[in-house]
C-alpha cells in the first residue's frame, strides 16, 4: 500500500516527487508505514491522508478527535489487539461494533475482533497516526482506572430510606473492620483448579462408556456427513455439535461428570498432553472404520483443544479423502470461469490466488487445481498449515513455526528444489508475498489464498503489504474468490413462490422476476429434516487482462477494477449465486446469507 499510497498523493497534486522520495528514504532507514512518515516530516495533514484512503477503499472516513469513546467500548478489545491490527473501536450500537481501521480491507482482522468480540464488524477508516495516539491515550486512561480501582482500600456503604433516595453514607477503611464476625468466618472459597491427576484421567478416559462415546460420535459425524465435531464444556452443561453443511446443529448433551474422561479419551487418541489444560494444542486422529460390508475406510480428524473458562472446548475436524472433490467440473464453477480457471493454472508461471474466509472450500479448489497438474513431468511442492489431505506424486510440507519453518522459509527451500508448481498455504505477510511473486516472476506457477471480500480487492491487500503495484501487475494471472453455500435437498425439493419484488430485490431482471420459479426442501429423513443436503461453491473468477493490468499500474480502486472486470465478463459471488437460483440448486435466503449485491 506504502507506493501505491504515494503515487496517489502525487497523481491528486497533495505531494511532490520529491517530498515522495525524501518519505521512501525515511522510511527505509526508520520503518514504519509511509503515511505516518508524512506525518512525521510534516510533508501532509492526517486529514488529507484519510480523505485519500477513504475514497480508496470505499469505506467511510472519521476524525478521531471528535470522539468520546465509552470505556465500556474500550475494553471490549485488549491493547494487545489494538496495536496488532491498528483499529480503535469506536462505538456499539447493538449487535454491530463500529471499528476506527487503517485498513479496512484486513479481513483477517475483522474475523478476529468479529470472534473475540461476538459482534458485527463496521469498518471506518482512520490514518495511522491518529489511531496510534488514540489507542495511547485511551488505553492509558483505561490502565489508570484499573488500578484505582485496584488499590482502594475503602469500602462505601449507602443505606436507603427506602423512597430511592440515600440517608447516609459510611465510610469504612480496613483497620476498622470486625474481623470476628460469625458470617466472615463462614466464608469458603471455591477452587476451580483443582490439582491434575493424570493417572486417574488416563484410567477414566479407558473406561467402556467413555469410550463407546467417543466411537459413537466419529462414526455418526461420518454418517451424517459432518465436517466438524465440538465438543464445549460450560458451568453446568456439556453440549456436543456437528457441523452439517456449513451449519452447527445440537447433537448432544452428555452428563457434565464425563467431561475430564470424554476430553482425555480424545487427547491420548491425538497423542496429546493430558495433564496440560492452560494452553491450546493441536494433534491427530487416524482410524479405520469397517463401512459397506468388509471394505475399509481410513479417516483422519484433526483435534485442537482450546482453555475455555469451564474445561477445554475440543473440536475435530473430519478429514474423509473420500469426500474430496477433485473434479473441477463438479465444484460449482460456471462454465465460462471454468475456462477463466483452467486456462491459467495451465500457464507455465505467474500467480493465482484463490480468495475466501476460512471454510469456504479454498482447500478443495486448490487440490483440485494440483491433481490436474500432476503428472510425471512435473516438479509440485507445498507448503501447508496443517497438511489437510496426503496426495500422491506431490511433495508435501507441514509448516513448524515453532522451529522457524514458516511459509517464508518454505518458499525458499523449494526454489533451490527445481520445482514447476508450488502451492503456499496463505500469503500473511510481506516476506511471504514478496518470494512468492518472485518465484512467479522466475518460470514458476505459484498457487496460494489470501484472505479478502472479493477478487478485486485482493489487488489492494497485496499492495498493502508493501508489494510495488508493477510487480502485482505482472505477476499475478488470476484471482478468484469463492463461497460455499447449501444446496436444495432433492429428495424434498418443492416448487416455492416468491414475490417478483423479493427476485428484483436480490439481483434478477423486473422480467425474468416475474417468470422464475424458485425452490425449497421441505424436509425429509435424507436431510435431517434440514431442507439442505450437500454444499456447492460460489465462485468470482478474475482474469487478469491487460486492461486491469493498466488500472493496477495507476493506482485504481477495488471499485474501479470490479467495474472493469465486469466489463470484461467477469460472474460476480451474487452473480454466480443468480444463476444457482436460477437453476434451482438453492435458495435465495443461501446466496443473500453469503454474498452482497
Known amino acids: ?25 525515511y522510511q527505509r532507514t526508520n520503518g514504519g508505514r509511509l503515511g505516518l512518515n508524512l ?69 483477517f482482522a475483522m474475523d478476529d475482533i468479529k470472534f473475540m468480540t461476538g459482534l458485527n464488524i463496521e469498518p471506518v477508516v482512520v490514518s495511522e497516526a491518529s489511531v496510534q495516539e488514540a489507542i495511547d491515550t485511551y488505553y492509558s486512561q483505561s490502565r489508570e482506572i484499573e488500578l484505582v480501582g485496584a488499590a482502594s482500600s475503602t469500602v462505601t456503604v449507602q443505606n436507603g430510606n427506602g423512597n430511592g433516595s440515600f440517608t447516609d453514607s459510611v465510610h469504612y477503611t480496613l483497620d476498622k473492620l470486625d474481623f470476628d464476625d460469625e458470617a466472615a468466618q463462614g466464608l469458603e472459597v471455591i477452587d476451580d483448579n483443582d490439582e491434575i491427576d493424570v493417572s486417574n484421567l488416563a484410567r477414566m478416559s479407558e473406561d467402556a462408556p467413555v469410550v463407546r462415546l467417543v466411537n459413537v460420535l466419529m462414526v455418526d459425524s461420518l454418517r451424517r456427513g459432518a465436517s466438524d465435531i465440538h465438543i464445549e464444556p460450560y458451568e453446568k452443561d456439556l453440549r456436543i455439535r456437528f457441523r ?85 467440473t463438479r465444484l460449482g464453477f460456471e462454465p465460462e470461469s471454468l475456462v477463466k480457471f483452467q486456462r491459467n493454472i495451465a500457464r507455465p508461471y505467474g500467480m493465482v490466488l484463490v480468495t475466501g474466509p476460512t471454510g469456504s472450500g479454498k482447500t478443495n ?53 527445481d520445482p514447476n508448481i508450488v502451492l503456499v498455504g496463505e500469503i500473511r505477510d510481506f516476506e511471504t508475498a514478496e518470494i512468492a511473486i518472485k518465484a512467479a516472476l522466475t518460470g514458476h506457477l505459484v498457487l496460494s489464498t489470501l484472505h479478502t471480500n472479493d477478487a478485486p480487492s485482493t489487488i489492494s491487500r497485496l499492495m498493502n503489504m508493501g508489494i510495488e503495484p508493477f510487480l502485482v501487475a505482472t505477476s499475478v494471472n488470476l484471482i478468484q474468490a469463492q463461497r460455499l453455500i447449501r444446496r436444495v435437498c432433492a429428495d424434498c425439493k418443492v416448487e416455492q413462490a416468491m414475490p417478483p419484488e423479493a427476485l428484483a430485490e436480490v439481483g434478477f431482471s423486473p422480467e425474468e422476476a416475474t417468470q422464475l420459479k424458485t425452490y425449497r426442501g421441505t424436509g425429509c429423513q435424507t436431510c435431517n429434516n434440514t431442507g439442505y443436503k450437500g454444499r456447492i461453491g460460489l465462485y468470482e473468477v478474475m482474469e487478469i487482462t491487460d486492461d486491469i493490468r493498466e488500472l493496477i499500474l495507476v493506482g485504481a480502486s477495488a471499485l474501479e477494477l470490479r467495474k472493469r472486470a465486469v466489463e470484461d465478463g467477469m460472474i460476480t459471488l451474487r452473480g454466480s449465486g443468480l444463476r444457482k437460483i436460477r437453476d434451482g440448486v438453492t435458495t435465495i435466503e443461501e446466496v443473500v446469507r453469503e454474498t452482497v449485491a
Open 39 to 107: 506525518v512525521k516530516l510534516g510533508l501532509i495533514s492526517d486529514d488529507m491522508i484519510t480523505a485519500v484512503l477513504s475514497r480508496q477503499y470505499g469505506v467511510p472516513s472519521v476524525n478521531l478527535d471528535l470522539f468520546n469513546i465509552e470505556e465500556s467500548v474500550i475494553r471490549l478489545i485488549t491493547r494487545e489487539v489494538a496495536d496488532k491490527y491498528s483499529v480503535l473501536p469506536l462505538s456499539r450500537v447493538g449487535a454491530t461494533l463500529t471499528l476506527a481501521m487503517v485498513d479496512p480491507t484486513n479481513v
Open 365 to 417: 479448489t486448490l487440490y483440485s487445481a494440483l491433481q490436474s497438474l500432476n503428472t510425471p513431468e512435473t516438479n509440485i511442492m507445498t507448503a501447508e498449515d496443517p497438511v489437510e489431505f496426503n496426495l500422491a506424486g506431490i511433495n508435501q510440507v507441514q509448516m513448524k513455526e515453532q522451529i522457524g519453518l514458516n511459509f517464508a522459509a518454505a518458499l525458499r527451500s523449494f526454489l533451490r528444489q
Open 1 to 25: 500500500m506504502s507506493a501505491k499510497l504515494g503515487e496517489i498523493l502525487v497523481r491528486e497534486n497533495l505531494l511532490s516527487p520529491q517530498q515522495l522520495r525524501e518519505a521512501l528514504d
Open 244 to 328: 452439517i453443511d456449513g451449519v452447527l446443529y445440537d447433537v448432544m448433551h452428555p452428563p457434565l461428570r464425563m467431561r475430564d474422561a470424554l476430553i482425555s479419551r480424545i487427547k491420548i487418541m491425538s497423542k496429546l498432553d493430558i495433564s496440560e489444560k492452560r494452553l491450546p494444542q493441536d494433534g491427530r486422529i487416524k482410524i479405520k472404520l469397517k463401512a459397506d460390508g468388509n471394505r475399509a475406510r481410513e479417516l483422519d480428524f484433526r483435534v485442537s483443544t482450546l482453555p475455555t473458562l469451564f474445561g477445554e472446548k475440543v473440536v475435530l475436524r473430519l478429514l474423509d479423502k473420500e469426500r474430496l472433490m477433485l473434479d473441477m
